[in-house]
């Protein structure tokens, strides 16, 4: 089965890790609830990849920066940030992608 955005688990305390951590990096978006379901898809990319036997890794980390960058305020850099903020607060069995 192919994990979908409410198969990501984090209530309410892990959206505030994850929407204070990107304040703490001084990132700026307008819509909370938006914001906070890029940072799901993220992890959905992940758990998905996961599922049909492809590993995660620096690669699949690119790929999303990309789709982060694409359309959006964000840069390559708040790309990266977003996705650590992401795999902290809603994913964290990926951590290891950032050592």
Known sequence: MVPTLTDIPGGPEAENLFIATLQRAGIRFSDR???????????????TNAVLGVAANTQSLDHISDRLTKGTEFSADQAGVIIGASIGAFCPEFSYLGN
């Open 33 to 47: 609830d938006k914001t906070i379901g890029m940072g799901r898809t993220v992890c959905a990319s992940l758990q």
